[in-house]
């Protein structure tokens, strides 16, 4: 787990800058505080900041070169079945300088070229530089784990671990995508990929291959896509079958991620899915796990933690548990730095609870494991069940997810920032139109898992636990778990009020009372009703010059949200106020 980076020059001779390269490198010390380095490579260069998992030696030091062969690699994330790669392709003659999975991906490369990723277990993003060719391949996994960024002007490309290393390294295009902007304040905060809300940076879609060759030309592929289709035995298959291979998936899917030089332990809500991790390491005969449960203040009479679940498990299981308490001062005094460490603004507001966690969850360990995907992969979310038997797809999932429609986000946004058409609409309706989900509920969770899930919960995840130099690992996210899922029938996901297959595979393992209660969010009541100071900083920010300059939204809107803001929530019970404010902030932070 690290930051990578780099630099791509096509024209007229020019070489990298391994000045801009160090100015990304550097601002993705906390990814990687144990160590860094940068190779130039003539008109090509990387960088690399290391946080030391897998061979702690200096063997696997990156960027890592194969003289040889020929090849430098930059690599960020984690290959689970490095083992057994390595084994088979020593099998076929390579041989190997260090014990890390760095070297694996560069060797797997060399001996099966662009079929090599479909072979991964794992989360991954790099890029790899052929010295005969000249090409560079970027590559990222396939749910976008890991990130990997992108600005490019005619004759040079930057790529990098995250969205500020790039604008670190200077010549940016700042402003704001208006299609980006449409995505933000319609679905959430999700901006799909290739976008992000700055017009001059990109992202690389999930499971994605980039080939660039040296005149600056490029292909694209994918290597891997989720499946919805299933035959008919499937269709016909028992609940009680279903569960079976759910928690035979499940459990070779945490079993891998244990994988580490370093002790692993697990971020527990206290929910099914994070719960269900650490029962399963129990299982296969975990001792002394490290767990980690988080909580904040009350709101309003909302609660802010779910304590007596995490309590629950942690003493089912024996774990040596830690319970983070943050006090509302606390938390506001650390939401700049959350907000300036996202990559792009995210507006939920467990960042800020990932965030402080992450911090104290570091001082002790270097990897976890955490529930995020179950809900997207199991059906777990309330917009699922309206969908079932729908004749209209795309408007019950609008009604239920989207934070506005096009018509309201015309009365928000000032007119010059509004989208020419209903952007959002049309890249729903676009992806569900796809062939291979013929259910409406299909349709959505397939969306949910390419895209949403991608650009909000993984993003969010990644973003808070590096800015600490923390690796989480996701089980539910396993690919091979989730092609299982795809097989599910939607009528078995949605029972018992969603994820029903997951909770009846959890039975065999997790005290009824985790199962069995309502639902939890990451509570963060403070942020869910604005007020007091948490109203302050919304109003400075959105009030600031920086703000009337870029002028996004119209003054009355945001009048009428200083006024009650608790009176103005979305779809998913969010704050507006919070939502907009929140943009603001980023983008000053990130001094665009």
Known sequence: ?????????????????????????????????????????????????????????????????????????????????????????????HRFASRGDTEVILKAWAEWG???????????????????????????????????YYSQTGDRLRFASTLPALLAAGDVDTSIDRVALHHYMTWHAVVPAPRTILAGVRKLPAATIRVIEPDGTSRASLFWEPSFERSAEDARRPMAEWQEMVLDGLRTAVRRRMVADVPVGVLLSGGVDSSLIVGLLAEQGQKGLATYSIGFEEANGEKGDEFVYSDLIAREYGTDHHKIFIPSDEMRVNLPDAIAAMSEPMVSYDNIGFYLLSREVSKTIKVVQSGQGADEVFGGYHWYPPMQDSNDPVAAYMDTFFDRSHATLAQHLAPEWLADRDESRAFVEAHFARPGADDPVDKALRLDTNV?????????????????????????????????????????????????????????????????????????????????????MCRDALTSDAARERGLFRPEYLDTLFAAPSEHVTRLRGSELWQVALLEMWLQAQGA
């Not at 791509?8 to 100015?23: Q, T």
């Not at 991964?120 to 530089?129: I, K, N, P, V, W």
């Not at 600490?468 to 949605?494: C, M, N, S, T, Y």
């Not at 939890?520 to 100071?533: E, I, Q, R, S, T």
């Open 1 to 93: 787990m690290c930051g990578i980076c780099g630099e791509i020059r096509f024209k007229g001779g020019a070489m990298a800058s391994g000045a801009a390269i160090e100015r990304m490198a550097d601002a993705m010390a906390r990814r990687g505080p144990d160590g860094g380095g940068i190779v130039l490579r003539g008109r090509v260069g990387f960088g690399h900041r290391r946080l030391k998992i897998i061979d702690l030696s200096e063997a696997s030091a990156q960027p890592f070169v194969d003289t040889h062969l020929g090849m430098t690699i930059a690599f960020n994330g984690c290959i689970y079945n490095y083992p057994e790669l390595r084994t088979e392709l020593e099998g076929k003659g």
């Open 114 to 148: 662009p079929e090599a990723p479909k072979r991964f277990h794992g989360m991954f993003a790099f890029a790899l530089h052929e010295r005969d060719t000249g090409r560079v391949t970027l590559v990222r996994d396939r749910f976008g784990i890991k990130p990997l």
């Open 452 to 536: 949403m899930l991608v650009d909000d919960p993984v993003k969010r995840v990644d973003s808070q636990t590096m800015a600490w130099g923390l690796e989480a690992r996701v089980p539910f996210l396993d690919h091979e778990l989730v092609e299982l899922a795809g097989r599910i029938p939607a009528r078995h996901k949605l029972a018992q009020g969603g994820k029903g297959v997951l909770k009846e595979a959890a039975r065999q393992v997790l005290p009824a009372a985790v199962i069995d209660r309502k639902k939890g969010y990451f509570p963060v009541p403070a942020l869910k009703y604005v007020d007091g100071p948490y109203l302050e």
